[in-house]
Every structure is written in C-alpha cells, then in structure tokens.
T-cell receptor, first 117, second 115 residues
Framework: DADVTQTPRNRITKTGKRIMLECSQT?????MYWYRQDPGLGLRLIYY???????NKGEISDGYSVSRQAQAKFSLSLESAIPNQTALYFC????????????????FGEGSRLTVL | QQQVKQSPQSLIVQKGGIPIINCAYE??????FPWYQQFPGKGPALLIA?????SEKKEGRFTISFNKSAKQFSLHIMDSQPGDSATYFC??????????????FGKGTKLSVIP
C-alpha cells in the first residue's frame, strides 16, 4: 500500500461544481502539502500544514481551501471549480527520518487528475 | 517571480549519452538543493540532493555539480538508460533546520533516452 494515498485519482467535473480531493498518509509525518502540476509550469504550492492546527497559504491558494482533519488526513477543496483549475494535483508529506532528522524530503502521492469542463 | 530557473524544458539523448540539466537561482538564502525524478503516472520522488558547502555529489550514475558563486547547479546522468526517461525537477529550500521546508521547484525537464 502507498504511504501517501490520494482519492480520487481521476475526476471530471463541470464548471461551478464543488470538488474535494482527499489525501491520507501512513508515514506519521506532521507536515502535509498540496501542489498543482501544469505542463511547463512545474509544481506550485497551493497550501501546506505543519500540524492539525496550522494551515498556511502557498503560492497559488486563490480558489482553493483545505482542511486538516487529522494528522494523517489533508483535503483540498475547490468551492466552485473553473476550467483553469484543470491540472494534476499532488499531496505530499515531510517529516523526521529514522534518525529524527528533518531533511525536508517530500513524499508525494500518485496524483489526482482533475478536469473541469 | 521565478526563483529557480531550469533548462532545457525537454531533452532527448541516445542511450549511453550524458544528459545535463541546469538550474539557476537568485535567492542567496537557499541552502539545500534537491532533485526530484517523476515517472509518468507517478508522483515525484527525491533523487539526489546537495548542500552548498560541497561542489559535487555523486550517487550511482547521477551527479550534482554546484557553483555557489554563479548560483547555478546541474544534474548529470552518466551512461543514460531508457529507464532514466522521466521528468526531472530541481528545487531549492530557503534554509535548513527546524523551520520552513517550502521547496521552490524549477519548471521541470522532460528527458527521453532513446535505445
């Protein structure tokens, strides 16, 4: 089983609909992130959370919201989806390694491909 | 403002060739430079990383060269194989320690290694 699991893996929706992408992790990491990937634009940070009570906006948070329901769960919502939110979305985690050193390494899920028509 | 500039956007090499991907940064507060590898249909995964106190780091066929004065770093893949075909992202982190770990990614390089 994957350490970072995203659902759904693929979703097609219509403009104006509310969409939620979910992420759960079994790595025991405190830090969770949502990134968006677009061809030619790389990976851009939407939101990040360093613990359940800590939520921070990233580079491109407009039009998105998040919820950290538990240490292991971090969901991304599009309240009213628009076509330019069509993209590949990644959840990621980071945390201390076995030596309890926080290297900053990100562990990504396999992505959620969202198409907004 | 793009803080990490990556080039080229795409690269095609023959098997056995040495593809080189370059990145440049402006923020002198960056002090940790990882490279991530992404295969189609998968999330990115850490490949290799370097800190600015060394000029080169090798892990297997992958080498990072770092030029602190020029604020540039590059990834070399020795004896490239078709299985190396992937998208590669360079990244930079403002500082190490217990604080922020917000990576700034380059835009990615799609590498194709032809048999």
């Amino acid at each position: 089983d994957a350490d970072v699991t995203q659902t759904p893996r693929n979703r097609i929706t219509k403009t104006g609909k509310r969409i939620m992408l979910e992420c759960s992790q079994t790595k025991g990491h405190d830090r969770m992130y949502w990134y968006r990937q677009d061809p030619g634009l790389g990976l851009r940070l939407i939101y990040y959370s360093f613990d359940v009570k800590d939520i921070n906006k990233g580079e491109i948070s407009d039009g998105y919201s998040v919820s950290r329901q538990a240490q292991a769960k971090f969901s991304l919502s599009l309240e009213s989806a628009i076509p330019n939110q069509t993209a590949l979305y990644f959840c990621a985690t980071s945390g201390p390694n076995r030596a309890k050193v926080n290297t900053g390494e990100l562990f990504f899920g396999e992505g959620s491909r969202l198409t907004v028509l | 403002q793009q803080q990490v500039k990556q080039s080229p956007q795409s690269l095609i090499v023959q098997k056995g060739g040495i593809p080189i991907i370059n990145c440049a940064y402006e923020n002198t507060a960056f002090d940790y430079f990882p490279w991530y590898q992404q295969f189609p249909g998968k999330g990115p995964a850490l490949l290799i990383a370097i800190r600015p106190d060394v000029s080169e780091k090798k892990e297997g066929r992958f080498t990072i060269s770092f030029n602190k004065s020029a604020k540039q770093f590059s990834l070399h893949i020795m004896d490239s194989q078709p299985g190396d075909s992937a998208t590669y992202f360079c990244a930079a982190i403002p500082y190490s320690g217990a604080g922020s770990y917000q990576l700034t990614f380059g835009k990615g390089t799609k590498l194709s290694v032809i048999p």
